[in-house]
């Protein structure tokens, strides 16, 4: 079984911008839990930037302070994000590096572009690398390259380069971790409001009204972008869930307990290839 797990920055980081070490360990320890399932584990890490943000509060020039157009800082979004991602994903692939290896398990980082995946052969590259790194025993953590990234070429979110990553190399699951149990029928603070389990191929339903369009404290995407990635997913053939990150053991109930552990989600049910 091979599965892509995409773990968003509000589930990694903590409400300063900091790396919720906690957080990352226990995903780590289920994820290693799989691994030893001889489950493939492709991970889509989220975190790199809100980890350099906040790694370099109170540390930039003067020159760099104030409300800028990333509402954080004196510089433009694009030199911010690039500046940020730079800092930060060295911290976050440190931390998953010693985790897994803690564990006896190797890990591999994969930094992409949306350019470097346009072409067929460019993706065929791509997924032959990760191919051999699965071969090999190694988990590959998957990140946007931001420090090279412009606005105009970025992907959307990790949630659309999660979905490319599932449909590239042949994935049985796709797993988005989010800071919520899913999709609601309405605002999911509302008590009145219900968790939508399960969505059929090529049901009509307008998901957008019940989905909010804010998006996350950290990330660039929201529930409208993963439920729109999601579909297009599962038409392609791949099974789709939705589910909250920080719950205890989601990955190891999600995948080897879900019939059974009762742990909510939304499951965008697989068209049949």
Request: contains cysteine; charged residues 25%; hydrophobic residues 40%.
């Amino acid at each position: 079984m091979r599965v892509v797990v995409k773990i968003g920055s509000n589930v990694l980081t903590r409400a300063d911008g900091k790396l919720d070490v906690t957080r990352i360990s226990a995903l780590t320890d289920q994820i290693a839990t799989l691994w030893r399932e001889d489950v493939q584990m492709i991970v889509v890490s989220s975190g790199a930037v809100a980890s350099g943000r906040g790694e370099l509060a109170g540390r930039l020039p003067d020159h760099m302070q104030g409300a800028g157009s990333d509402g954080q800082t004196g510089l433009d979004a694009v030199s911010a994000r690039q500046l940020f991602s730079a800092v930060g994903q060295i911290k976050l692939i440190d931390r998953y590096y010693n985790l897994f290896r803690d564990h006896g398990i190797v890990c591999g980082q994969v930094l992409t572009t949306k350019e470097s995946l346009s072409t067929q052969e460019q993706c065929l590259n791509q997924k032959n690398c990760m191919e051999v790194m699965l071969a090999a025993g190694v988990i590959p953590i998957v990140n946007e390259n931001d420090t090279i990234s412009i606005t105009e070429l970025m992907f959307t979110d990790n949630d659309e380069l999660s979905g490319l990553m599932a449909r590239m190399m042949d994935a049985n699951l796709l797993i988005i971790l989010s800071n919520i149990d899913g999709i609601y029928t309405g605002d999911p603070t509302d008590p009145a409001a219900e968790l939508i389990c399960e969505i059929a191929p090529g049901e009509d339903d307008d998901l957008s009204q019940y989905i909010q369009t804010s998006r996350s404290s950290f990330g660039r995407g929201g529930m409208l972008t993963k439920c729109r990635i999601a579909r297009e997913v599962a038409a392609s053939g791949i099974e789709v869930v939705i589910a909250n990150g920080k719950r205890h053991d989601i990955l190891t109930d999600l995948v080897l307990r879900r019939n059974e552990s009762g742990v909510p989600f939304t499951r965008f049910i697989p068209k049949e290839k």
